[in-house]
């Protein structure tokens, strides 16, 4: 890219590096990349204040094909890496890139404690539900019954839900968006715009490992019968407005009803508030089949940023106070070695 090109006049091929990438063919990580892509244009971010930082994964190689600043760190410890960045440099645009296993697993406690801290970074967990660069062991985020090298018999362990342990962390943006959907880049947008540590997980096909084990919901046949598209202000309906999500206030849990003639206010359908925090506890634990897969921007309800805060408080400590290094070293004790 030309330094003298306006960032209004960026393309994707501007953010798009000189390496080769390096994913199996069909891989959904190439749909996600291209979204992010777009996602840099439409915002007209700048690649010199952008940095991509990631752990160990397949997903973990997102940095090498974005043409901006990129830290591919170590196993699930990029939180660490990227709570550094903006704390030297808070005016960088920080997007943290993870995988179920490096965030879920080994990297989970510095997941949770990035998004407890609210570090104003966007946090993208491309979830395949398997560990693809190490060959197809099962993972945290991995269905029961999950047959693989390490579960040769099918899995026993109950999955992890990443928006559910975004939310239980103290998350104040949670989103779900899937690899070749249209509407991820806007999904990508909206975590861009919030101010805090913003959590999306986008489910991702392992075309070798765990091929198609989204179809159920992601396959464009009769997605609109599964997919439930979240709009803040919009009543939640599916399946072309014909059925709605209602709240059974009885039971305090909600319900699939359906809307006849368009009527969704008489059938009880609730209308999509983002910062209803109990709501989104709800639907993000909702069962797929008896539900559509909820999916867009679930929860978004900012709060003061963890480098805000950290950078207020040094900035009161030093207040009225001079820098002298040798005065600090000397301070307490001190022995003088002679020969």
């Known amino acids: 890219m030309n330094d003298m090109t306006p960032l209004a006049q960026l393309t994707i091929k501007d953010w798009e590096s000189d390496q080769e990438v390096r994913w199996c063919p069909g891989c959904g990580d190439y749909a996600i990349l291209k979204a992010v892509q777009r996602t840099m244009v439409d915002i007209g971010a700048d690649p010199a204040r952008t940095v991509f930082v990631s752990g160990i994964g397949c997903s973990s190689r997102f940095p090498y094909y974005m043409a901006s600043y990129g830290f591919h760190t170590i196993h699930g410890r990029a939180p660490a890496f990227a709570t550094g960045i903006k704390l030297a440099n808070p005016d960088l645009d920080v997007w943290l890139v993870t995988g179920d296993g490096d965030g879920m697993s080994i990297g989970g406690n510095h997941t949770m404690h990035v998004i407890r801290r609210n570090l104003n970074t966007q946090i993208l967990l491309f979830n395949n539900e398997i560990y693809g660069l190490t060959k197809g062991q099962y993972s945290p985020t991995s269905r029961v019954g999950t047959t693989s090298p390490t579960t040769p018999l099918g899995s026993v362990d109950r999955p992890a839900k990443p928006c559910a342990f975004a939310l239980g962390a103290g998350a104040r943006f949670v989103a779900r968006g899937f690899d070749v959907s249209k509407e991820l880049s806007g999904v990508l947008k909206a975590a861009h715009a919030h101010q805090g540590a913003a959590f999306v997980e986008i489910f991702q096909n392992c075309i070798v490992y765990n091929k198609d084990v989204f179809e159920d919901f992601a396959a464009p046949k009769g997605a609109e019968a599964r997919q439930l598209w979240l709009k803040h202000g919009e009543p939640m309906l599916f399946n072309k407005g014909t059925q709605g999500i209602a709240l059974d206030a009885q039971a305090l849990k909600l319900k699939v009803v359906d809307v006849v003639g368009g009527d969704w206010q008489s059938a009880g359908v609730i209308v999509h508030d983002v910062t209803n925090r109990s709501v989104?506890?709800?639907?993000?634990?909702?069962?797929?089949?008896?539900?559509?897969?909820?999916?867009?921007?679930?929860y978004d309800d900012p709060a003061p940023s963890y480098e805000s805060a950290v950078l207020t408080q040094d900035a009161t400590a030093r207040a009225g106070k001079s820098a002298d290094l040798a005065k600090l070293l000397a301070k307490g004790q001190t022995w003088t070695v002679e020969d």
Do not use: R, Y
């Open 280 to 298: 989104a506890h709800m639907l993000v634990e909702l069962p797929f089949g008896p539900f559509p897969m909820a999916l867009g921007v679930i």
